[in-house]
C-alpha cells in the first residue's frame, strides 16, 4: 500500500489534479468531505460518531476522520494506492496516518504542495458561479455558460457563493496558510514535500506531478 497527499489552499486546483490522475494512474482518489459521507451514509460505528459532531456543527475530532480512513483503506486491500485530498488536515491527523501506516507496512511517497500566487487564486475563484437548481458549476473566464448567468443544463439561474467574495477569500487564504504551514513543516522534515506551480494550466501541472511519481 502506498499514497500521495495533494495539499493546496481554496481555488488551487486539487479537484482538476485528483481527476487528471485519477484517469492516468491507479491512484483512488479520496477526500475528507468524500469520507465523512460514506461513513454517515454506512452506517458504520465510526460513521455515527461523526454524525453526532456534524450534525451539532462542532469540527470531528481527529480521532474520528482517523477512523474513518483506517475504515477506507482497509475496504481496499493492501495493494491499493491512495490520493489524499484534503488530509491530513492537522498535525495530530498527520501523526495518526503515519501511525496508522507503519501499523500497516504502508508508506507516502510524496506531499505535493500546489503553490499558487494570490492575484490567481483570487480570479480564479471570484469567478466561480454556481446552478441554483442543479449545482453545477461555471466560470466566468475558464469555463463560461453559454447565455450570462443561465445554466447551461436547466436553465437555471446562476449565483455567486458569498466564500468567493474576494474579501472572503483573502481571509480563507491567510486561514489555510496559518494552518497548513506546520503541516508542510512536518512533511519537510520527513523530505516528502513536492512544490508545484499549481498557477500553469491543468496539464502541465498534472504533467509535473506525473514526472515525480515516475522516478
Not at 458504520?44 to 456534524?54: E, H, L, N, Q, R
Request: a neutral charge; aromatic letters at 6%; glycine letters at 10%.
Amino acid at each position: 500500500m502506498r499514497a500521495i497527499i495533494l495539499l493546496g489552499g481554496p481555488g488551487a486546483g486539487k479537484g482538476t489534479l485528483s481527476e487528471n490522475l485519477r484517469r492516468r494512474t491507479d491512484f483512488i482518489h479520496v477526500s475528507t468531505g468524500d469520507m465523512l459521507r460514506a461513513a454517515l451514509q454506512s452506517g458504520s460505528p465510526v460513521g455515527m460518531k461523526a454524525k453526532s459532531f456534524m450534525e451539532s456543527g462542532s469540527l470531528v475530532p481527529d480521532s474520528v476522520v482517523l477512523g474513518i480512513i483506517e475504515e477506507r483503506i482497509e475496504a481496499e486491500g493492501a495493494h491499493a494506492h491512495f490520493m489524499f485530498d484534503g488530509f491530513p488536515r492537522t498535525i495530530g491527523q498527520a501523526e495518526g496516518l503515519d501511525f496508522l501506516f507503519t501499523k500497516k507496512n504502508a508508506r507516502i511517497r510524496h506531499v505535493f504542495n500546489l503553490v499558487v500566487p494570490h492575484a490567481i487564486l483570487i480570479s480564479r475563484l471570484t469567478g466561480r458561479r454556481v446552478c441554483r437548481q442543479c449545482g453545477a458549476v461555471y466560470h466566468l473566464i475558464n469555463k463560461p455558460p453559454v447565455r450570462p448567468d443561465v445554466c447551461d443544463l436547466d436553465g437555471g439561474g446562476l449565483y455567486q457563493r458569498a466564500d468567493d467574495s474576494e474579501a472572503t477569500i483573502l481571509n480563507r487564504l491567510d486561514v489555510y496558510e496559518k494552518q497548513t504551514a506546520p503541516l508542510i513543516a512536518y512533511y519537510e522534515k520527513q523530505k516528502l514535500i513536492r512544490t508545484i506551480n499549481a498557477g500553469e494550466p491543468p496539464e502541465q501541472v498534472a504533467a509535473s506531478v506525473l514526472d515525480f511519481l515516475g522516478e
